[in-house]
């Protein structure tokens, strides 16, 4: 286990495990690494307000596999670069960032998995660069076009989206995300999981990631960059094989979101998790990596 006096998080008592900072698309991003080299690589992407850290407990099953696995922190979150503006945050730069990160591989495609903003960053990658991605992995978030639809006409869907819209305000909201030691999100996170999910431990290496400088407002200007900058990618079907995990009581998605995303892959299979949360991969961490190493491995 290797620990650092500025690290967040540990990293995983893993042999092969490193950590770096790598320039890509512009930023340098702290990415965890473990596997060998030669091994197929495997990209895991946290969402919001993760960090690379939510991905720990996967690192030795797939490295075990026979898999190289990255993890980034993506940019604005954690020890990454924050760059400034929203601009910043479109969703070509974010994915433009994992193309490059598998370029420092020297390869050219991997296998991509992503939760939340992860997901959101993996079924781009898939669209816009389809060429890079193998397999994709993709948990409690759905395919764009399916998103937008349902945000659109679903009022249980704009109710539970209540927190995009308040987070385009200016200043606000990074003071009420901030305040009481970050109460908001470790409440998201606790009373929006199954008991039990999170320790303190987690709920004190996240506070560490979220209190580095600008990390707030870099967070949150993923979302404002979703409502300003729209790029839509020019294709809406997904080519790579796809494996969706999704936890059925996300206090933030409903459900049918995802048999409708399915249906924007070539080739899809769902994994429905019926009493589980938004916060399906801490949840149900072995039952979700043995779902993702079938798939990679098929």
Known sequence: METEPD???PTPDVPSVERDFRDVNGVSLHVVSAGDPDDPLVVLLHGFPEFWYEWHDYVEPFVEAGYRVLIPDQRGYNRSQKPTGSSSY??????????????TEGREAAHVIGHDWGAAVAWDLALRHPAVVDRLGIINVPHPTVFERTLRSNPTQMRKSWYMFFFQL???????????????MT??????????????TD?????????????????LSWYRSLFR?????QRERVTAP??????ENDQALVPEMAPESADYCEEASLERFHDATHWVPHEYPDRVADILLDHVGS
């Open 7 to 9: 690290a967040s998080a």
């Open 203 to 219: 709920f004190e290496r996240y506070r560490g990631a979220w209190s580095q400088a600008g990390a707030l407002t870099a967070m």
């Open 229 to 233: 900058h729209r790029e839509d990618p």
């Open 90 to 103: 479109r969703i070509t730069q974010l994915s433009g960032d994992i193309v490059d990160l598998i370029g």
């Open 170 to 184: 200016p200043r606000l909201p990074e003071w009420f995300v901030g305040r009481d030691e970050y109460e908001f």
């Open 242 to 247: 796809t494996c969706i995990v999704w936890g």
């Open 187 to 200: 409440k998201t996170m606790r009373e929006g999981a199954r008991p039990g999910t999170f320790s303190e």
